[in-house]
């Protein structure tokens, strides 16, 4: 019955992730055990569909990213690490994920939005990356995080010290994040599902992962946020343009609109 209906082994897998989310508020060591214990599940469950249903099996594997992502950033040591230090190390396990997966289902880099979009299209990329800034202020009026002195200490000072810490937002949070959910994993979800269903889900999974950020109007606005890049994504093939946006997003929220707002 589960082989036979994506929609619900998604759904099932969704569930888990978010009883994982939900149970890190309370208990972040079980949280990140859940976390655990459902990756190595989407590991095995994508093994054994290999041969019965290989689009199945490829999602399922592309899905790992999710809890590898929360338990990176939930198990790495903030004593030992600076702030900045902290998010390029995470970064890079997860771009072995992302490219070993790639090289596992014989992807080529446009499959998964690494494409410069046509120049009909620059409004479109154009308008997400403007997007960023009220959805940064938005944000950070939720949240209300303290701003990230460590950054900016880390680089320098003044305006090349910002630009350098940006540029870490947009590669290292930007950029990955985006490559994973919405190159890797909606190529897999909409191969799977379709268009709309696989856009949705994707959002979806965006929005639990904010879950931990204890403000339900958050986990709105990243679904929102997420939906709008997944469009952008079909609408133009490439990630680039939502990559710059999604760091931008977070340059405001730690680094402008905590110092202006």
């Given at each position: 019955?589960?082989r036979r209906?994506p929609?619900?082994?998604?759904?099932?897998?969704?569930?888990?992730?978010t009883?994982?989310?939900?149970?890190?508020i309370?208990?972040?060591k079980?949280?990140?055990?859940?976390?655990?214990?459902?990756?190595?599940?989407?590991?095995?469950?994508?093994a054994?569909?290999?041969?019965?249903?290989?689009?199945?099996?490829k999602?399922?594997m592309?899905f790992?990213?999710a809890?590898?992502?929360?338990?990176?950033?939930?198990?790495m040591?903030?004593v030992?690490f600076s702030?900045l230090?902290?998010?390029?190390?995470i970064?890079?396990?997860?771009?072995?994920?992302?490219?070993?997966?790639?090289?596992?289902?014989e992807?080529?880099?446009?499959?998964?939005g690494?494409?410069?979009?046509?120049?009909?299209n620059?409004?479109?990329?154009?308008?997400v990356?403007l997007?960023a800034?009220?959805?940064?202020?938005?944000?950070?009026?939720i949240?209300?995080?303290?701003?990230l002195?460590?950054?900016a200490?880390?680089?320098?000072?003044?305006?090349?010290?910002?630009?350098?810490v940006?540029?870490?937002f947009?590669?290292c949070?930007?950029?990955?994040?985006?490559?994973?959910?919405r190159?890797?994993?909606?190529?897999?979800?909409?191969?799977?599902?379709?268009?709309w269903?696989?856009?949705?889900?994707?959002?979806?999974?965006?929005?639990v992962?904010?879950?931990?950020?204890?403000?339900?109007?958050?986990?709105?606005?990243?679904?929102?946020?997420?939906?709008?890049?997944?469009i952008?994504?079909?609408?133009?093939g490439?990630?680039?343009?939502?990559s710059?946006?999604?760091?931008?997003?977070?340059?405001?929220?730690?680094?402008?609109?905590?110092?202006?707002f």
């Amino acid at each position: 019955m589960l082989r036979r209906n994506p929609y619900l082994i998604s759904a099932t897998y969704l569930l888990l992730v978010t009883c994982a989310e939900l149970l890190i508020i309370y208990d972040p060591k079980a949280g990140i055990a859940l976390h655990a214990i459902i990756l190595f599940a989407l590991l095995l469950h994508s093994a054994l569909e290999y041969d019965t249903d290989k689009n199945l099996s490829k999602f399922l594997m592309a899905f790992v990213l999710a809890p590898l992502i929360r338990i990176l950033s939930l198990s790495m040591p903030l004593v030992q690490f600076s702030w900045l230090s902290r998010f390029m190390l995470i970064s890079i396990p997860i771009f072995i994920a992302i490219f070993t997966c790639m090289w596992l289902q014989e992807l080529r880099p446009k499959d998964v939005g690494l494409f410069t979009p046509h120049l009909r299209n620059t409004p479109i990329e154009a308008g997400v990356i403007l997007l960023a800034i009220p959805f940064g202020i938005l944000e950070y009026q939720i949240l209300k995080p303290a701003p990230l002195l460590g950054l900016a200490s880390a680089s320098g000072s003044g305006a090349m010290n910002f630009i350098a810490v940006s540029l870490i937002f947009i590669v290292c949070t930007g950029f990955t994040e985006e490559f994973a959910f919405r190159g890797l994993l909606q190529y897999n979800a909409i191969r799977l599902m379709s268009k709309w269903s696989g856009i949705i889900f994707v959002a979806t999974v965006f929005g639990v992962l904010h879950v931990g950020n204890l403000a339900i109007l958050d986990c709105l606005l990243a679904f929102s946020v997420g939906f709008i890049y997944s469009i952008v994504r079909e609408k133009t093939g490439s990630i680039y343009g939502i990559s710059v946006s999604h760091g931008i997003i977070n340059t405001v929220l730690f680094l402008v609109a905590p110092l202006y707002f």
